[in-house]
């Protein structure tokens, strides 16, 4: 629920500064200025502190343009990782067979699985977050995708 209060509070607070002499933004104009990427319920929602806090990334693009702020503020504060952008494996890696190919994609999976699953603290995001500009994976992520690759190559688990 602390990602609810820290959402309510940039919610309630970037209204506030959109507005003008007559008070806040209203919360249906800042939905009109998402491009449909959240609706008017979600926002109101946020704003009242009566959303779970828990958000996609399609509604934090929402936010993002609603309340005029850069996407990685929203997920910062929401406490979700935050994109790199696409991830380009080297040249040399174009030679992989299928099969070796399934085994890097299968430690990728298991790297995000684990992290969702040891999923730190809201404080603990925020921090390395504002520290790095980015959250991290986690060493068990890391053994857990080792682990995984090491079955797939055997043969002991199928490819996804």
């Known amino acids: 629920m602390k990602n609810a209060r820290h959402l309510q ?11 003008d002499h007559r ?13 449909g ?25 929402g936010l993002a343009l609603a309340l005029d702020l850069p996407l990685q503020d929203i997920l910062e504060v929401a406490g979700q990782r935050i994109p790199q952008g696409p991830f380009e494996l080297p040249r040399r890696a174009d030679t992989l067979t299928k099969a070796e190919r399934a ?7 298991a790297i995000l699985d684990a992290a969702e699953k040891e999923r730190p603290t809201d404080e603990e995001l925020r921090a390395v977050a504002k520290g790095a500009r980015r959250a991290g994976g986690s060493a068990a992520g890391a053994r857990k995708a080792t682990a995984t690759a090491q079955r797939v190559r055997r043969g002991d688990e199928p490819q996804r």
């Open 9 to 19: 509070q940039l919610v309630d607070r970037r209204l506030k500064e959109l507005g």
């Open 23 to 35: 008070g806040p933004m209203p919360t249906r104009r800042a939905a009109a200025r998402s491009e």
């Open 37 to 61: 990427k959240i609706s008017y319920e979600t926002l109101r929602l946020l704003k009242l502190g009566r959303h779970s806090g828990s958000i996609t990334l399609e509604t934090a693009e």
């Open 103 to 109: 085994v890097v994609l299968s430690v990728i999976d």
